[in-house]
């Protein structure tokens, strides 16, 4: 089993609707967990983070964090096509606190919003 | 706004040569990574730093090396390159020592490397 997972896509939806994104791990031992944005022959950047349980919303971007299920998510509502990337989830395992930061991506998930 | 720099933004160079790439952060971070990125196979780590002169294998070390002389550059080195390491590299950075649980990572814009 990959350490990682996202929902293998791509994910195409129409201009204005919600894109979720699903990402699960295996390893309960994790405590940080982000959402990256690749646009084509650029470099993942950060657009949210979370640690713990429930919800987090930051402009049209929520990401949602359920530890007992080990999953995290990624709402991205009224979607735009500029909102059109690939998707990276990580996960950061602190056990024992030795792990200096290393974070797993998964594979991505490829977002096509549609006008 | 975190900033992190690479000295190359496309490079080619030719088999059994020396490469340098270099990667600069002005966040005062301590970790520092060198990930590869092909098509297919996601992001690889390939080395980090977790502070000056401290290095430690990521999952595909093999014919790569580091170096971290300065808190804020991390040097990847390709001592004998070859044809199977053309690929994008990316250098990120973070924050964050033991017990802290940010480990935001923020990456450059990556070097794209072909050896002919």
């Known amino acids: 089993q990959k350490e990682v997972e996202q929902n293998s896509g791509p994910l195409s939806v129409p201009e204005g609707a919600i894109a979720s994104l699903n990402c699960t791990y295996s390893?309960?031992?994790?405590?940080?967990f982000f959402w990256y944005r690749q646009y084509s022959g650029k470099s993942p950047e950060l657009i949210m983070s979370?640690?713990?349980?429930g919800d987090k919303e930051d402009g049209r971007f929520t990401a949602q964090l359920n530890k007992a299920s080990q999953y995290v998510s990624l709402l991205i509502r009224d979607s735009q096509p500029s909102d059109s990337a690939t998707y990276l989830c990580?996960?950061?395992?602190?056990?024992?606190?030795?792990?200096?930061?290393?974070?797993?991506f998964g594979q991505g998930t490829i977002l096509t919003v549609h006008p | 706004d975190v900033k992190v720099t690479q000295s190359s933004r496309y490079l080619v160079k030719r088999t059994g040569e020396k490469v340098f790439l270099e990667c600069v952060q002005d966040m005062d971070h301590e970790n520092m990574f060198w990930y590869r990125q092909d098509p297919g196979l996601g992001l690889r780590l390939i080395y980090f730093s977790y502070d000056v002169k401290m290095k430690e294998k990521g999952d595909i070390p093999e014919g790569y090396s580091v170096s971290r002389e300065k808190k804020e550059r991390f040097s990847l080195i390709l001592e004998s390159a070859s044809t199977n390491q053309t690929s994008m590299y990316l250098c990120?950075?973070?924050?964050?020592?033991?017990?802290?649980?940010?480990?935001?990572?923020?990456f450059g814009p990556g070097t794209r490397l072909t050896v002919t």
């Open positions: 979370i640690y713990s349980n």
């Open positions: 990580a996960v950061n395992v602190n056990a024992g606190g030795t792990s200096y930061g290393k974070l797993t």
């Open positions: 390893d309960r031992g994790s405590q940080s």
């Open positions: 990120a950075s973070s924050h964050g020592t033991s017990g802290d649980f940010s480990y935001e990572q923020y």
